[in-house]
Structures are given as structure tokens and as C-alpha cells.
């Protein structure tokens, strides 16, 4: 079975964009249901949102390190 992400759904947008807006977004559902139920219910509600801003800094921190190789690379080649 093939799984596909809806392209404008909240996680493919999160997972787009920078890894500070799944923070903030974490923040808000965590704030929100610690309002009406215990603090650990609210911090698992909050998991996937802190598990995209994880693989977001990820992707970016690896991105960043490939961007300057690159200029590395083709500074050592330009002389």
C-alpha cells in the first residue's frame, strides 16, 4: 500500500517550512489541552509536532552543511 501525505495538510506544511513554526505550534496545542486535562496527556498530544520540528532542524542542519561544501568545493575549483 502506497501512503501519501495530502500536500496542504497541517504536517506537510509543518515539515516545509522552518522547525521553529512546529515549536510554536506545539506550544499552542500544549497550552490549549493542559487546559482540560493533565500536563502528560498534553505533552503526547504534543509529539508529533515536536518530532516534525526535530526532523525539520535535521533536514536543515544537513542542508546547511551540504550548501557550504558545495561552496567549498567550487571555491577550491575556481582557483
Same mark, same amino acid.
Given at each position: 500500500?502506497?501512503?501519501?501525505?495530502?500536500?496542504?495538510?497541517? *504536517?506537510?506544511?509543518?515539515? /516545509?517550512?522552518?522547525?521553529?513554526?512546529?515549536?510554536?505550534?506545539?506550544? =499552542?496545542? +500544549?497550552?490549549?489541552? @493542559?487546559? +482540560?486535562?493533565?500536563? =502528560?496527556?498534553?505533552? *503526547?498530544?504534543?509529539?508529533? +509536532?515536536?518530532?516534525?520540528? #526535530?526532523? @525539520?532542524?535535521? /533536514?536543515? @542542519?544537513?542542508?546547511? #552543511?551540504? #550548501?557550504?561544501?558545495? @561552496?567549498?568545493? /567550487?571555491?577550491?575549483?575556481?582557483?
Amino acid at each position: 500500500m502506497n501512503w501519501k501525505m495530502a500536500e496542504n495538510s497541517l *504536517f506537510a506544511v509543518l515539515l /516545509r517550512s522552518q522547525w521553529w513554526w512546529s515549536v510554536l505550534v506545539a506550544a =499552542g496545542v +500544549f497550552g490549549v489541552v @493542559r487546559l +482540560f486535562m493533565a500536563w =502528560g496527556y498534553a505533552l *503526547f498530544a504534543t509529539s508529533p +509536532f515536536i518530532v516534525i520540528a #526535530a526532523m @525539520r532542524a535535521w /533536514r536543515t @542542519r544537513h542542508e546547511a #552543511a551540504s #550548501a557550504a561544501s558545495l @561552496r567549498a568545493s /567550487r571555491s577550491r575549483l575556481d582557483g
